[in-house]
């Protein structure tokens, strides 16, 4: 194919994730025929502006593909502000945007799986997301699948869904609670996906991702998921401010190229909710809340 669709990278304060990440985009055969964007935050505080300015410095020396653009915000906008702008200015100019965190490693085959998800599904209306990302490492899921949620490490999407992105989290409660879907929202009460976005609402976390969760759920779209990771968090290092540690989302780099076979019929794949079911209660169980977090305090980056 020759339209690559862009690539969006958010970074903020970490230049060796940034230099990382960069180097691990570059390692893929079409960088060289894609157009960069980089969002760049600016600092909260004084504390933040050497990393800052260093990773601006970074970023300033890119090279390796087709077109580089850098938007360097002028003050700080936090990154739910930051993604959600950027997606929509990109994705309304291209119609389609492939999206990476600072945090992220990229498999050398994770821009031509994306852009041939992208290609193949762009006219399927049911799906309106492409997650490159794993972490419940289970043999049994197919190399591809469809699933009614979305992942934010590593993803894609169109402008046509796009569209139904609503940054409003009180009004996705509020539809969620009408429509009695809590529970199958948070999978089947195994995850507190709607806890977290109760927490949105009331300013304890600001997560856009939630609330594209919920977007596309309550319009029945899905996802088109890996059963083999194209990408690994390398955030849980005590670096960042969303994640914690302990090994929790874990993923194991496939180094291969991971075909795009159309699915038929467009549908969720039960067998994989039923693993994502069951991945989330062996990690959100009480017991094992516990013992990561006694974990992480005895190995020093628990963040209070």
């Not at 020396?61 to 087709?66: A, D, E, R, Y």
């Amino acid at each position: 194919m020759t339209n690559y669709a862009p690539i969006l990278l958010f970074v903020y304060n970490r230049p060796e994730h940034t230099q990382r990440v960069i180097a691990s985009l570059r390692n893929n055969e079409e960088a060289n025929q894609s157009h960069l964007f980089v969002y760049s935050d600016s600092w909260k505080d004084n504390n933040d502006e050497t990393a800052v300015r260093k990773v601006r410095q970074l970023i300033h020396s890119i090279s390796g593909f087709k077109e580089i653009t850098i938007i360097e915000r002028n003050k700080n906008w936090g990154l739910a502000h930051n993604i959600i702008d950027g997606v929509t200015t990109q994705v309304n100019r291209f119609g389609r945007v492939i999206v990476i965190e600072d945090d992220l490693l990229i498999s050398p085959y994770f821009l031509r799986f994306m852009n041939e998800a992208l290609e193949c599904y762009k006219n399927e209306q049911q799906i309106g997301h492409i997650q490159a990302y794993d972490f419940t490492q289970n043999t049994s899921l197919p190399d591809t699948f469809l699933i009614k949620w979305t992942g934010s490490w590593g993803w894609a999407t169109w402008d046509r869904a796009w569209k139904f992105f609503n940054p409003d989290g009180k009004e996705l409660l509020e539809q969620l609670k009408r429509q009695k879907l809590t529970r199958t929202f948070d999978f089947n009460g195994n995850y507190p996906f709607t806890r977290m976005l109760r927490r949105q609402i009331a300013g304890k976390n600001n997560s856009w991702a939630i609330r594209w969760n919920a977007s596309l759920f309550l319009n029945n779209i899905l996802s088109l998921n890996v059963g083999k990771s194209l990408v690994q968090n390398t955030g849980f290092d005590g670096s960042g401010t969303n994640c914690g540690g302990g090994g929790l989302y874990s993923a194991n780099m496939w180094m291969q190229p991971l075909p795009v076979v159309p699915i038929s019929p467009i549908e969720e794949n039960k067998q994989a909710r039923k693993i994502f079911e069951k991945y989330y209660h062996h990690t959100n169980n009480l017991r094992a809340k516990a013992i990561r977090r006694i974990k992480r305090i005895l190995k020093g980056d628990f963040k209070a």
